[in-house]
C-alpha cells in the first residue's frame, strides 16, 4: 500500500496562517483515525538514518532532531497537517493579535504539566519564546529562524501572556506551532548547547506525550508514554495517553538494513527509504507513505560570490547543463515530483519559475564561450588561468545526493565543467558549508508551510545558503535580494508577504542563484500492523495516536 500525502493550500489556510482572527475555528482533524479498534500497549521500533545531534527546538529542524522533539513537546498551536490550517493547542485559542502583528496575546489551557510535574504556565512559556527569540550566545543556543523580530514578552496573568515585536512578525503564530517552539520545562531552559546535545536526551523535559527514559550515544533513543497526558491539539480523535508505551529510536545507517530489518519483521517503521526500495513495500504486510514538506525544494544553491560563478550566464550555462528531468527517471520514483520553482507547489508563496530551470546543452555551451571560459586541453574550461570547477557537498540528509551530484558530475563534464563531491560525515559537511572555498555549489531543502521558509534558507542572518552574506566583512553581494526576503517576514498583511515571496522567487531564478530539482517527501516504510501512524506539517513522525494491531 502505498499512499502519498501532499496538501494543496486552500485560500482559506493562506489566510488562516498570516491574518489571524481572534476566536477559535472549527478546523478538520487530521489524519490519525484507527482502522479498527485501537489497542494499547507495546513498543514500536523506529529506525532512523542518521543519529540526532541537539534537542534544542530552534536548532532541531535536522529530522532525526525534530522526530524525538515533535513527540517529546508540544506548542502553542498545532498546523493540521491536511489543512496546514492553525489550531490551538495549549493556548485555548487562536492568539489575539493586532491590526500590524506587533503584538500577540495568547490565553493558555489550565492543568498542562511537564513531565518532571512542573506547570506549563504563562510565566514559562514566556521563557520559552524568550530564549528561543533572543537566544543566548553564552549558552551556545542560537534564536529561533522561526521568530522574526522578538523584542519582549509579558505575563498579563497565570494563563494569559502577551508578546511584543518590534516590527510586522506576521509569521509568528505558525511559528508556534512547529518544532523549534517546542516548549520545555524551567529546568530545561537552563541548560546549554552541550547540555542539548548527545549524552544528555534525558534532561530535556516536555509535557508531550512520550519522554525520553534511556540513551545510548549515537545509536538508540528509548521514548515512554506519558500516563496522565491528556492536552492533545482538540481536533485530533486521540486526547488522552499514547496507546503505544514506547518507542525505540534506533539508528540504521545503511538502506539496505533499514528496508531489510522492517521486511524482515524486526523493525517496524522506518524513515527515508528511498526510491529504487520502494517497490518492497508493495508487498502484503507492508506499506508506505510519502508525506509532503510544504518548503523549500530539494535543490542546488549557487554560491554566486566565489569567482567561477560571480558571472551570470555561467550560472545559467550550468543551469542549463544539467537536465533535472534525467536525474528524476533514473534515481527516483513517482513520490518526487520535478521542482518548478524554489518552493513546492504545497508552499505558501509559490510561484512557477520554471521556464529559468530548462535543460539546453548547446545554449549551455554558447554562454559559456561567450563569457569566455575556454576547454583546455584536458577537458576541463578555463578562464585567466583559473579552471571552472565545482565542489558539491553530499547533504547527507537528502535522499540520494551523492547519486544526484554523481549525475550533475557526468552531465557537466560534456560541457567542460568539473564537478567533485566533498565528503565526510555530517559534521565535515557542516563545517564545509560555511566555507565557499571548500563548496561552492551547496545541496540542501528546507520543511516548513509558512512564507517565511524562503527567508529561513536564503536570508544573510538565517541558513545563508548562498553565503550572500560574507561573515568575515560583513558585505552582502546582493542586497535586494536579502530585502525582499526580510520583507517576507515583516510585512502585515498576507498580500503583502505573497508579494514579497514572488518577487524573491523571480530574483532567485533571473539571478540563476539556484536549481530547485524536485518536491522532496519524507518517505517512511512500515508494517501494515502499524495504525494511526501520521506525520505533522513537514513530514516528521507523530506517534501519540499509533498503535500496533498485534
Not at 490519525?32 to 536548532?59: N, R, V
Not at 552541550?194 to 506525550?209: K, L, R, Y
Not at 577537458?379 to 583559473?386: A, I, L, Q, T, Y
Not at 558530475?409 to 566555507?435: I, R, S
Request: proline letters at 5%; a negative charge; one cysteine or more.
Amino acid at each position: 500500500m502505498l499512499v502519498r500525502r501532499r496538501t494543496t493550500l486552500a485560500a482559506a489556510a493562506a489566510t488562516a496562517l498570516a491574518g489571524l482572527v481572534t476566536s477559535c475555528s472549527s478546523a478538520a482533524s487530521g489524519n490519525d483515525a484507527p482502522s479498527g479498534e485501537p489497542k494499547t500497549g507495546g513498543t514500536l521500533t523506529y529506525l532512523e538514518p542518521q543519529t540526532w545531534t541537539t534537542l534544542y527546538p530552534p536548532a532541531a529542524g535536522f529530522y532525526p532532531n525534530g522526530g524525538i522533539v515533535n513527540n517529546i513537546t508540544d506548542r502553542l498551536l498545532w498546523q493540521n497537517p491536511e489543512t496546514l490550517e492553525l489550531e490551538p493547542w495549549i493556548a485555548t485559542a487562536l492568539p489575539q493579535v493586532n491590526a500590524d502583528a506587533t503584538e500577540y496575546t495568547f490565553t493558555l489551557r489550565d492543568g498542562v504539566t511537564y513531565s518532571d510535574g512542573t506547570p506549563l504556565d504563562a510565566a514559562n512559556v514566556l521563557a520559552n519564546i524568550d530564549l528561543f527569540g533572543k537566544g543566548d550566545p553564552d549558552r551556545a543556543l542560537t534564536v529561533s529562524e522561526a521568530i522574526n523580530n522578538y523584542d519582549r514578552g509579558e505575563v498579563l496573568d497565570e494563563r494569559t501572556v502577551k508578546f511584543y515585536f518590534t516590527a510586522p512578525a506576521p509569521g509568528f503564530a505558525q511559528a508556534v506551532s512547529t518544532i523549534n517552539s517546542g516548549l520545555l520545562s524551567t529546568a530545561s531552559l537552563q541548560l546549554d548547547g552541550e547540555g542539548f546535545g548527545p549524552g544528555h536526551a534525558t534532561a530535556v523535559i516536555g509535557s508531550g506525550p512520550f519522554v525520553v527514559d534511556d540513551e545510548e550515544i549515537g545509536t538508540r533513543v528509548s521514548l515512554v508514554a506519558r500516563q496522565d497526558y491528556d492536552w492533545a491539539p482538540p481536533s485530533r480523535t486521540r486526547q488522552g495517553r499514547p496507546f503505544l508505551d514506547g518507542i525505540d529510536v534506533v539508528v540504521a545507517g545503511e538502506d539496505s538494513v533499514r528496508v531489510g530489518t522492517v521486511v524482515a519483521g524486526q523493525a517496524d517503521l522506518a524513515r527515508q527509504i528511498e526510491a529504487p526500495d520502494e517497490g518492497q513495500f508493495e508487498a502484503d504486510g507492508l506499506a508506505l507513505l510519502a508525506a509532503a514538506t510544504n518548503g523549500v525544494n530539494n535543490g542546488f544553491s549557487f554560491r554566486f560570490r566565489t569567482p567561477q560563478l560571480q558571472e551570470l550566464p555561467v550560472r545559467q550555462a550550468i543551469i542549463a547543463g544539467i537536465d533535472r528531468r534525467a536525474i528524476l527517471d533514473t534515481l527516483f520514483s513517482d513520490s518526487y515530483v520535478l521542482a518548478t520553482g524554489a518552493l513546492a507547489t504545497t508552499a505558501l508563496g509559490y510561484v512557477d519559475t520554471s521556464a529559468s530551470y530548462r535543460h539546453d546543452p548547446a545554449e549551455a555551451a554558447r554562454l559559456l564561450d561567450q563569457a569566455g571560459w575556454r576547454v583546455g586541453g584536458d577537458g576541463v574550461r578555463e578562464k585567466d588561468g583559473v579552471k571552472l570547477a565545482l565542489t558539491f557537498n553530499e547533504a547527507l540528509p537528502q535522499p540520494r545526493s551523492k547519486e544526484v551530484v554523481t549525475l550533475v558530475q557526468e552531465q557537466l563534464a560534456k560541457l567542460g565543467v568539473q564537478v567533485e563531491l566533498h565528503p565526510g560525515d555530517q559534521a565535515a559537511q557542516t563545517a564545509a558549508a560555511l566555507d565557499p572555498q571548500t563548496v561552492q555549489v551547496y545541496h540542501s531543502m528546507v520543511g516548513r508551510a509558512d512564507f517565511d521558509v524562503l527567508k529561513s534558507q536564503y536570508f544573510s542572518k538565517n541558513r545563508n545558503t548562498l553565503l550572500n552574506l560574507d561573515k568575515g566583512d560583513g558585505t552582502l553581494g546582493d542586497a535586494e535580494l536579502d530585502a525582499l526576503l526580510n520583507d517576507i517576514a515583516s510585512k502585515a498583511t498576507t498580500a503583502e508577504r505573497q508579494a514579497a515571496s514572488q518577487a524573491a522567487q523571480q530574483r532567485l531564478a533571473e539571478q540563476a542563484y539556484v536549481l530547485p530539482l524536485f518536491e522532496e517527501p519524507q518517505v517512511f516504510g512500515f508494517r501494515s500492523d502499524v495504525q494511526g501512524f501520521t506525520t505533522e506539517s513537514v513530514g516528521r513522525p507523530s506517534f501519540h495516536a499509533t498503535w500496533l494491531d498485534r
